[in-house]
């Protein structure tokens, strides 16, 4: 079956430092893959998104992600991590024609 | 402004009285989405509609009921709510698949209490 699995429910890094939020895709052709954050009572914002081309994406907030075919991954980074940053993300894919799958979702906490 | 807006954002209701979550996007978008979202569960479909009269089911759709009237308006009826249905509910809106652009614009959620 085709998921989305994001690795750590939580991650914690101290200010200043690299963010990485893992993750990875099940399907035997690439999906479309999206970054979504969410600050505490506020909806989902997309962060970042992948279709086609170019396999390093940027977004927004100094964020990128980098699309690995060859390890169904599409894990987030940020080389500084700043207090603002604190939230939830989300990765989600698009397989084919169908819906947009979640996955469960990874808090990031900054440690002053 | 581009926006999605739900309506209400906080309601707390007791079992077996029915409610509506409202839904308006002002994007023109064809698709548009309710999701649930658990802790440890990340977010689930509940229904969704390609385009005016166009509804389906999501992947928990039970207890959920939905209509599309009109383009701009998704709204979300739980007939007979129950404690499990306590959730915090999104609904989401995009261009749709003829556009070939899929990414979700979300609203602000609505956070509901059923005792």
């Known amino acids: 079956a085709q998921s989305v699995t994001q690795l750590g429910s939580h991650v914690s890094v101290s200010e200043g430092a690299l963010v990485l939020l893992r993750c990875n895709y099940s399907?035997?052709?690439?999906?479309?893959l999206f970054w979504y954050v969410q600050y505490p009572n506020q909806g989902l914002q997309l962060l970042l998104k992948?279709?086609?081309?170019?396999?390093l994406v940027k977004g927004i907030n100094g964020f990128e992600a980098e699309f690995k075919k060859s390890e169904t991954s599409f894990h987030l980074t940020k080389p500084s991590a700043h207090m603002s940053d604190a939230a939830e993300y989300f990765c989600?894919?698009?397989?084919?024609?169908?819906?947009?799958?979640f996955g469960t979702g990874t808090r990031l906490t900054i440690i002053p | 402004e581009a926006q999605v807006t739900q309506n209400p954002r906080y309601l707390i209701t007791v079992t077996g009285k029915k409610l509506t979550v409202t839904c308006s996007q002002n994007?023109?978008?064809?698709?548009m989405s309710w999701y649930r979202q658990d802790p440890g569960l990340g977010l689930r479909q509940i229904y969704y509609?390609?385009?005016?009269?166009?509804?389906d089911k999501g992947d928990v759709p039970e207890g959920y009921k939905v209509s599309r009237k009109e383009k701009r308006n998704f709204p979300l009826i739980l007939e007979s709510p129950s404690p499990n249905q306590t959730s915090l509910y999104f609904c989401?809106?995009?261009?749709?698949?003829?556009?070939?652009?899929?990414?979700?614009?979300f609203g602000p959620g609505t956070r509901l209490t059923v005792t």
């Open positions: 989401a809106s995009s261009l749709g698949v003829t556009s070939g652009i899929y990414e979700q614009y």
């Open positions: 399907s035997s052709v690439p999906p479309y």
């Open positions: 992948y279709t086609t081309g170019a396999t």
């Open positions: 989600a894919a698009k397989f084919g024609n169908e819906k947009l799958t």
């Open positions: 994007m023109n978008h064809e698709y």
């Open positions: 509609s390609m385009n005016v009269e166009v509804t």
